[in-house]
């Protein structure tokens, strides 16, 4: 079964700083996705942004990218000039490629501090 | 475009008793997952629905099922509650099973007493 660790419960960042959440996960399959949600206090879960296996090239969102690293199985958000609007619980997610269902790592508090 | 909705938004039941949660998908999708979220947890799946049948289930005993309508809206429900249930659960709404675009809900927060 595939698995995915976030090692980081809380994170702290300056406002304008920049931040990298980790996490790891363990599969057994070659092609797959991978996923950082943002969950605010609000609730709603929001994708933040994703990565299919398969890509070398890592994603890139405005002020979000990753670092992917496939034999490590390694997938780090990193989030550049943070903002006040960025503080929420941070989870990466799994799924493979042929199923729906998505593994969620147990979250990052991330706070933004002004 | 009408983005997942969820209802209620929150909802307090005692233990034994049965519950029915609802999710209306994004316009569109014709998938929904429904995810439960303990507290200081992330989701964990339950089960999703494809075109009104199950795809896939998750670790979850036969006292959660579910239902999928023909306009791809669905229903989880619970019976026989146990304060182990007390949870925010998510459903999410995407198109063929893929998970690419995946849009959740606000959640339902249900607390067993």
């Known amino acids: 079964a595939q698995t995915v660790t976030q090692s980081q419960p809380e994170m702290s960042v300056q406002e304008a700083e920049t931040v990298t959440l980790s996490c790891t996960y363990d599969t057994s399959e070659s092609d797959y996705y991978l996923f950082w949600y943002k969950q605010p206090p609000s609730r709603q879960m929001i994708l933040v942004i994703r990565?299919?296996?398969?890509?070398?090239q890592n994603a890139t969102e405005n002020r979000f990218s990753v670092n992917f690293q496939k034999a490590a199985k390694s997938f780090s958000l990193k989030i550049s000039d943070s903002q006040l609007g960025d503080a929420a619980m941070y989870f990466c997610a799994y799924s493979d490629t042929n199923a729906g269902k998505s593994t969620f790592g147990d979250g990052t508090t991330l706070t933004v501090k002004p | 475009e009408t983005g997942v909705t969820q209802s209620p938004t929150h909802l307090i039941k005692t233990r034994g008793q049965q519950v029915t949660l609802r999710c209306s998908s994004q316009s569109g999708h014709n998938t929904v997952s429904w995810y439960q979220q303990a507290l200081g947890q992330g989701p964990q799946f339950i089960f999703q629905y494809y075109r009104e049948e199950e795809n896939g289930r998750g670790n979850f005993p036969p006292r959660f099922s579910g239902l999928q309508f023909p306009n791809y809206s669905s229903e989880l429900n619970v019976n026989a509650l146990e304060l182990d249930d007390s949870a925010l659960y998510l459903c999410?709404?995407?198109?063929?099973?893929?998970?690419?675009?995946?849009?959740f809900g606000p959640g339902t927060r249900l607390t067993v007493l």
């Open positions: 999410a709404s995407s198109l063929d099973v893929s998970p690419l675009e995946q849009f």
């Open positions: 990565q299919e296996a398969y890509k070398q």
